[in-house]
């Protein structure tokens, strides 16, 4: 079955603190892989894609098939990095994407 | 551009009732996809239709149905409904699909409770 995990519901640090939210899939073949965010008062919009390999507003994404793994990290935490993180996944040959529970990443001051 | 509008917000219907959610995408945009987000759960794909057509289809029973018209704009219906449907429906808005690109573009929602 095809399924992404989100362990963590929730998340918090503070300011400057290293970020890992993580992400395990399952799926038989090679999938593509996303983050998606979610800001307070905002609807949901792609943070970042494996296939891209790039890094947007500091963040990062490594897709470990060994691992069936996609975590996010940042290594510096900001306070408008609080937001609702989503781990979504794409089959091959289909369009829909199959999202996880989610994590809440909360940054303090 | 406004982005993909949905309509709508909020809504409060009885078990058995029908409703219909619209959904306006993105300019330039000819595919939309209808995702159901219970609470404290990630969105859930429901449907896709592109020209006019149902493209692909979620676990989902046939009591949700859809339609897109001409301009693209598309509407979500859903019959008989059960407290269990309770919940904020996305739509999102491509073009031609996924196609390499994973990004969806999302309205803001309609959150329906039912009573």
């Known amino acids: 079955a095809q399924r992404v995990t989100q362990p963590e519901k929730l998340l918090s640090v503070f300011k400057g603190a290293p970020v890992e939210l993580k992400c395990n899939y399952s799926y038989s073949g090679s999938p593509e892989l996303f983050w998606y965010v979610q800001y307070s008062r905002q609807r949901l919009q792609l943070l970042l894609r494996h296939i891209s390999r790039e890094s947007i507003k500091g963040f990062t994404a490594d897709l470990n098939k060994g691992e069936t793994s996609f975590h996010l990290k940042k290594p510096f935490a900001q306070e408008e990095d609080s937001a609702m993180y989503y781990c979504?996944?794409?089959?091959?040959?289909?369009?829909?994407?199959?999202f996880g529970t989610g994590t809440r990443l909360q940054v303090f001051p | 551009d406004a982005g993909v509008t949905q309509s709508p917000t909020h809504l409060i219907k009885t078990r058995g009732q029908q409703v219909t959610l619209r959904c306006s995408p993105k300019?330039?945009?000819?595919?939309v996809s209808w995702y159901q987000q219970a609470l404290g759960q990630g969105p859930q794909f429901i449907f896709q239709?592109?020209?006019?057509?149902?493209?692909q289809r979620g676990n989902f029973p046939d009591r949700f149905s859809g339609h897109q018209f001409p301009n693209y704009s598309s509407e979500l219906n859903v019959n008989a409904l059960l407290l269990g449907d309770s919940a904020l429906y996305l739509c999102?808005?491509?073009?031609?699909?996924?196609?390499?690109?994973?990004?969806?573009?999302f309205g803001e929602g309609s959150r329906l409770t039912v009573l």
């Open positions: 999102a808005s491509s073009s031609l699909g996924l196609a390499n690109t994973g990004e969806l573009f």
């Open positions: 300019s330039g945009h000819d595919t």
């Open positions: 239709y592109y020209e006019e057509e149902e493209r």
């Open positions: 979504a996944l794409q089959a091959y040959n289909t369009d829909k994407l199959i």
